[in-house]
């Protein structure tokens, strides 16, 4: 994520149900949201990434797959029935959801955004280590600590490994026409069988042919199927288009081409929808009060009114961002309209990494650190090192990394785990006494002294700030929080007998 982007959404905080899960099958599976009441609350369609299994959870909704048969999965990837789908995978969901946090599904439907060779994999260039972008002919997937990688992982991707095979990708089409990836993986290489979808240009309807970036895509007319409701004509006004075919160097010949993967929001026969998305167009109000105004994302126009809730601590402001993931709940008020009833956040804005420490076994909550972490059906759960997930256990003594949200309840600042990874590399183990957190600085005394982030209190002293000189980085970091501004710190610290800051570092308001 850029860090302008993460630096608007720390600022985000609100409490939330516990949702105990310590154990899960590739996910953080294991049930609902324990609300009272079990009524229905939608009928239509759910799209999102997958976050676990032992039936499939999408949009934080645990939903049953047992009225399907076989568990079929509608799809030509070759993704065939449930057990062929993997956390971060975008799929759409068509059934019912409760109030409970459960859910019946009738459909399951997926497809990927891109699959084929890579030609480059380029880190963050500012040195912050916040997402990778890797090249899949010619289209740009940025790959950060929310997507789930497998194949490699994402600490080899940032130390510059270089990947030759190719790539299956389910991700979020971006406002300037990249994507963010919810999942990535390495595949077997088949350039008979490859998926591009981007920007069309050049479209020449006499050579039969267009082009996606760096890509020349032509087809033959008589022989190529075209997605539902598409004609030839339609390629001449066409942004964004979907092909699949064989790739021969730089020119793909198609054998099917389609509409771009907006088309997984579209309306169908229940106006309900939940899904989740990156913001194209920025909030505008629609006239001289906030409220009701518009957004878009993933090609729907979302409305928000007087009656819709925001999660998260979410303000009007905040769906100004581009790019920022988050999830709606509403109701289909034409083909392109949803009137939003819920929008929540679903952006990393907060991290821990190190050895869990307690464990609630009540309510589920662990602490990392000092840092109390939650997860909830939105929680990913899986290993850095790719190895077998059937279960992924967490345990006093093992090493995680967590992202989430930042939150607070009665007891303190928490974070809602969006991803949590099992660290099974030793060798890239912190000791079981140390630790890293990213998070907003809650509080600052007076050098030497202490700090307070994500509800962990520390010293100071002695810590190594970030800066020519110390003092002078240190009473910029004082400054900007007394002129109340939003002050990210990434901190390496220690709790041997206390906690300890070793070093301490700004995260800069900048667009890298």
């Known amino acids: 994520m850029k860090r302008q982007l993460r630096n608007r959404v720390l600022a985000l905080a609100a409490g939330s149900v516990a949702f105990g899960i310590i154990s899960a099958c590739g996910g953080a599976g294991g049930g609902g949201l324990g609300v009272a009441d079990g009524g229905i609350r939608g009928t239509g369609s759910s799209v999102g990434p997958v976050s676990g299994f032992g039936s499939v959870f999408v949009n934080g909704v645990e939903f ?10 509608e799809s030509d990837d070759g993704i065939r029935t449930e057990s062929d789908l993997s956390e971060g995978m975008i799929v759409r969901v068509e059934g019912e959801w409760r109030e409970d946090g459960t859910g019946t599904a009738e459909a399951l439907r997926y497809d990927d955004t891109l699959r084929g060779p890579i030609d480059q994999v380029a880190p963050d260039p500012s040195g912050a280590g916040e997402f990778v972008t890797v090249t899949v002919m010619g289209q740009e997937v940025l790959v950060d600590r929310q997507t789930v990688v497998e194949g490699t992982t994402f600490a080899s991707l940032l130390g510059g490994a270089s990947l030759t ?13 990249s994507y963010r990836a919810g999942y990535i993986a390495t595949i077997t290489p088949d350039l008979s069988d490859v998926e591009l979808e981007g920007s069309v240009t050049e479209f020449k309807a006499d050579l039969d042919q267009f082009t996606i ?32 075919g064989s790739l021969s160097g730089s ?24 899904f989740t998305a ?19 994302m993933g090609g729907v126009t979302v409305r928000v009114t007087s009656a819709t809730e925001l999660d998260d601590g979410l303000v009007l402001s905040d769906l100004g961002t581009e790019d920022l993931l988050v999830q709606v709940e509403g109701r289909f008020l034409s083909d392109t309209l949803v009137e939003a009833e819920e929008i929540s956040l ?17 309510t ?3 602490e990392v650190g000092g840092v109390r972490v939650k997860m909830t059906p939105l929680t990913i759960l899986e290993q850095d090192d790719d190895s077998a997930q059937a279960s992924v256990a967490l345990v006093s003594g093992t090493q995680v990394e967590v992202e989430g949200v930042e939150k607070s ?42 700090i307070l982030v994500l509800g962990v209190q520390m010293s100071d002293r002695g810590a190594d700030y970030d800066g020519e000189d110390d003092n002078t980085a240190r009473e910029a970091i004082v400054s900007a929080f007394d002129a109340s501004e939003t002050v990210i710190l990434e901190v390496e610290y220690s709790n041997t007998a206390g906690f300890t800051a070793i070093e301490v570092e700004l995260e800069e308001n900048d667009n890298d």
Do not use: C, M
């Open 346 to 362: 679903r952006e990393a804005n907060a991290k821990v990494k190190g050895a869990i420490g307690a464990i609630d076994s009540a």
């Open 64 to 73: 049953f797959t047992s009225d399907i048969p076989n568990r079929a999965v």
């Open 165 to 177: 095979g190719h790539v299956r990708v389910s991700a979020w089409r971006q406002a300037g026409g």
């Open 213 to 244: 970036g760096t890509i020349t895509v032509t087809y033959d007319e008589d022989n190529v199927v075209f997605g539902p409701g598409l004609t030839e004509a339609d390629l001449r006004s066409a942004k964004a288009l979907e092909v699949e």
């Open 409 to 450: 309840d009665a007891s303190g600042v928490y974070i809602e785990a969006l991803k949590v990874e099992v660290d099974n590399e030793e060798d890239d183990d912190l000791a079981d006494n140390e630790f890293e957190l990213e998070g907003r600085l809650q509080s600052i005394t007076e050098f030497p002294g202490s």
């Open 364 to 366: 589920g909550p662990f």
């Open 278 to 296: 990156t913001i194209d167009s920025p909030y505008a109000a629609l006239g001289s009060d906030e409220r009701p105004g518009e957004f878009t």
């Open 251 to 274: 020119v793909l010949t198609a054998t099917s081409i389609d509409r771009d993967d907006a088309r997984r929001f579209a309306r169908e026969e229940s106006d309900d929808i939940e």
